[in-house]
């Protein structure tokens, strides 16, 4: 079993920039694709980007598409959200999650490991 352990967020004005981490507990991590999400106040939650296990594909939510990126560092054990240009809409509890699919997938349903998330505040 993957323990996800966030670290990175905060509150910062529109404009600003953040990168959140994701440490992982084990080795087998390189196994497995890393996502992204994010809810935000009464709403589900939301896919925001996902990176395979070679960092071959890498996939964005059209909302974030050229803002953020998502890397991974499987030596370490790691996978990061580099968000800048953030705005007030991007305000919510993020989450990494495993994936024990290599690729990828796009539905939170699919992913098998969660961490407790953390809270990015956008304020405009």
């Known amino acids: 079993q993957v323990q996800l352990v966030e670290s990175g967020g905060g509150l910062v004005q529109a404009g600003d920039s953040l990168r959140l981490s994701c440490a992982a507990s084990?080795?087998?991590?390189?196994?497995?694709?890393m996502g992204w999400f994010r809810q935000g106040p009464q709403k589900e939650r939301e896919f925001v980007a996902l990176?395979?296990?070679?960092?071959?594909?890498?996939e964005y939510a059209d909302s974030v598409l050229g803002r953020f990126t998502a890397s991974r560092d499987n030596n370490k054990n790691m996978f990061y959200l580099q968000m800048n240009s953030l705005k007030p809409e991007d305000t919510a509890v993020y989450y990494c999650a495993a994936d024990r699919s290599p690729l990828g997938r796009r539905r939170p349903s699919a992913y098998a490991y969660w961490g407790q998330g953390t809270q990015v505040t956008v304020s405009s």
């Open positions: 990176v395979s296990w070679n960092s071959g594909l890498t």
């Open positions: 084990e080795g087998t991590f390189s196994r497995y694709a």
